[in-house]
C-alpha cells in the first residue's frame, strides 16, 4: 500500500512516464474525452456517478505527487451565454487547491477553441474524465521537472 495520497495505479503508471511538457487533462462530465485528445493520450474514466469524482479531488491528488509548471482552465468564448455570467464558481476552488498545494502557480484560461488544440497536441499524454457537473470545469496541466 502505497503512502501518497494518489493511489490509482493506472494513473500513477502515465504520470510516472510523463516528462517535462506533458499535458494531463482532467475533464469534467461534459468534456468530449472519446474524441478531443492527443494522438497517443491514455483515457482513464473516475465517472461513477454523477458528481463523483470532481475534477478538484483529481487535481489535488495529481498536485500531491507531480511536479506542475502550467495549469489551463477552458476559457469562455466571449459569444457563449455563460461568459455574460462572469467566472465559473468552480475557479475560485481551482486557485484555493493551488494556494493550498503551495505551487505559486497560477490559473490561466485559454479559449475553448483553443483549449480544445492544446489537448490535441501529441504532447497530451492522459485524459482522466471525472463525472464533474461544474460548468467550465476542465483543468490542463503541463508537467514540470522534478529538481530534488
Not at 477552458?74 to 475560485?92: F, L, R, S
Not at 476552488?93 to 498545494?101: G, P
Not at 503551495?102 to 489537448?119: C, R, S
Amino acid at each position: 500500500m502505497l503512502k501518497t495520497s494518489l493511489t490509482h495505479p493506472e494513473i500513477l503508471r502515465v504520470l510516472a512516464r510523463a516528462g517535462h511538457h506533458a499535458r494531463i487533462l482532467i475533464a469534467d462530465g461534459n468534456y468530449p474525452a472519446s474524441s478531443k485528445r492527443g494522438p497517443q493520450a491514455e483515457l482513464i474514466c473516475l465517472n461513477l456517478a454523477p458528481g463523483v469524482v470532481t475534477v478538484s479531488q483529481v487535481l489535488r491528488a495529481i498536485l500531491s505527487v507531480a511536479p506542475i509548471d502550467h495549469v489551463n482552465t477552458m476559457g469562455i468564448p466571449p459569444d457563449d451565454p455563460y461568459a455574460q455570467q462572469g467566472e465559473p464558481p468552480v475557479w475560485a476552488d481551482y486557485r484555493k487547491i493551488l494556494a493550498e498545494a503551495g505551487t505559486g502557480l497560477k490559473l490561466e484560461p485559454i479559449l475553448k477553441w483553443d483549449f480544445y488544440q492544446h489537448v490535441e497536441s501529441p504532447d497530451h499524454v492522459l485524459t482522466i474524465q471525472t463525472a464533474d457537473q461544474s460548468l467550465w470545469a476542465n483543468v490542463l496541466l503541463t508537467m514540470g521537472c522534478r529538481t530534488s
